[in-house]
């Protein structure tokens, strides 16, 4: 049967890293601002999708779902013999190059079972701009498998924390803007699983103009 949320020591983990180093640096250096934090279930499965432009992306998401979020993570992280452990009670799951997608849906499948809420970054990659322009359909598709809701979230600013060629971030103001949830696809086609990620988008994107 699946657990209706990750393991205590998860989200013990998760609070003494939020609370002595992500949420200081986001709402100290970045000038952080987050907007419908409430909106988020804090148990449950769940699939947080989002637009993505910097490496701090992740951490800084978590931070504002009042959650642990498992995001993927490439697998040879998980061959070092400390950090392995850490990274994986964080809630991280390992995919293997070259098999990416079939390995992810696998994983994520099994983090929702387990009661995670499970991070995707829509475009899969950073955009230059915080927009996504073009989005893959796996978010979508796992919903449909697992029936689970996926709830949009905008992060905007963080493309200026850190700039090619410098070697420190910068206190770039950051706002984080969580949106409604939206339900899972009720069926796994194509033509569905495209509307549902295009309504996820727009809310990402209609969030992300409101700015500051």
């Known amino acids: ?9 998860s989200l013990a983990l998760y609070h003494l890293f939020k609370w002595s180093i992500v949420s200081p640096v986001l709402h100290g250096y970045l000038r952080g601002r987050i907007y419908g934090a409430k909106r988020v279930p804090l148990e449950e499965p769940l699939i947080v999708v989002a637009n993505h432009a910097s490496n701090f992306d992740p951490p800084l998401l978590a931070n504002c779902m009042r959650r642990p979020v498992s995001f993927m993570a490439k697998e040879s992280l998980f061959e070092v013999p400390v950090f ?6 964080y809630g991280a799951y390992p ?13 994520a499948l099994t983090q929702l079972e387990n009661g995670w809420a499970v991070g995707i970054f829509l ?11 073009s989005p893959k359909l796996g978010a979508a598709l796992i919903a449909a498998k697992a029936q689970v809701p996926l709830l949009p979230v905008s992060l905007w600013g963080t493309e200026r924390i850190l700039k090619k060629g410098s070697a ?22 194509k033509a569905m699983l495209k509307a549902v990620t295009e309504r996820c988008v727009d809310e990402i994107h209609a969030l992300h103009e409101l700015g500051r």
């Open 123 to 133: 475009q899969g990659v950073r955009t230059p701009d915080g927009r996504v322009t």
């Open 168 to 189: 420190l971030p910068r206190p770039a103001p950051v706002t984080i803007r969580i949106g409604e949830l939206i339900p899972p696809p009720v069926e796994k086609d």
């Open 84 to 89: 392995a452990p850490a990274i994986r009670a």
């Open 1 to 9: 049967m699946a657990s209706n949320r990750e393991p205590f020591v």
């Open 95 to 107: 995919v293997k190059r070259g098999s990416a997608d079939r390995s992810a849906i696998r994983a």
